[in-house]
């Protein structure tokens, strides 16, 4: 039900309301949403109104239009794998999904205590920190950022430049593989910079990804924090 004057626009009740029902199956993945008119007399609105709800479910990637056919609800969440050996890249391809990075910066700062004890590092010590942003079918999946020692690998921004994978610039480095060593995922609400880049509501949970690769020895080369669009990605724990 719709409540006038309770502080939250009517659009946005409306938009919750159609996320619950496709978040249920109410509504399910590939259905064809009930058309304005419609919607209109179910919510007791105007159709400017639903057309406002409709464009920030298509903007969260939970509806899509196809011209000349309609809106339709999106396919099911795309599948983040997790296991000994995660690859964005791999992911997507094995799903045949086209991905990119883009980079966003690449800097170098201090270790705080935190970050000195993942890496093995002494604090203060200088690291490698590298944002991106990756999408999957032109949409933005996530927002990261990643950490290395710049002692152990001179030169690695250059590499991941000219590849856009943590694989091959860690290979270029002289790490020839790499396995995940832990992987924490919490929900939690977005800061203002997630906000920006994934173009979600601030209210609206991020999956919360804390990680830790290491080399054949054990030693830590990359540290990682990244945020998932919930709406988009589901995460899958796998064993290897």
């Avoid at 109410?26 to 709800?53: C, K, M, S, Y």
């Avoid at 969440?77 to 995660?86: E, H, L, P």
């Avoid at 799903?95 to 993942?118: C, F, H, K, R, W």
Wanted: proline letters at 4%.
């Amino acid at each position: 039900m719709i409540e006038r004057g309770s502080g939250v626009a009517v659009w946005r009740q409306i938009e919750e309301a159609l996320a619950a029902d496709i978040a249920g199956g109410a509504l399910q993945a590939g259905q064809q949403l009930p058309t304005e008119l419609q919607l209109a007399d179910r919510f007791g609105v105007n159709r400017h109104t639903i057309r406002r709800a409709v464009a920030t479910l298509v903007e969260r990637g939970l509806l899509r239009v196809e011209q000349g056919r309609g809106t339709f609800v999106q396919d099911n969440a795309i599948d983040y794998a997790i296991s000994k050996r995660t690859r964005f890249s791999q992911n997507m391809a094995r799903q045949n999904l086209s991905s990119d990075i883009d980079i966003l910066n690449s800097d170098t700062v201090p270790a705080n205590a935190e970050l000195a004890e993942l890496l093995q590092v002494a604090a203060g010590d200088m690291l490698y920190r590298i944002k991106t942003l990756s999408k999957v079918e032109g949409r933005v999946v996530d927002y990261a950022t990643m950490f290395f020692p710049t002692s152990r690998f001179p030169g690695l921004p250059e590499a991941y430049l000219r590849h856009r994978s943590v694989t091959r610039a860690l290979a270029e480095c002289g790490v020839a593989d790499y396995t995940r060593r832990f992987t924490r995922v919490t929900a939690r609400l977005p800061d203002a910079e997630t906000v920006d880049y994934l173009g979600i509501p601030k209210n609206r949970p991020v999956l919360h990804v804390k990680s830790l690769n290491v080399d054949a020895a054990g030693a830590p080369v990359q540290y990682g924090v990244t945020c998932f669009n919930g709406d988009l990605v589901q995460l899958v724990m796998e064993q290897e």
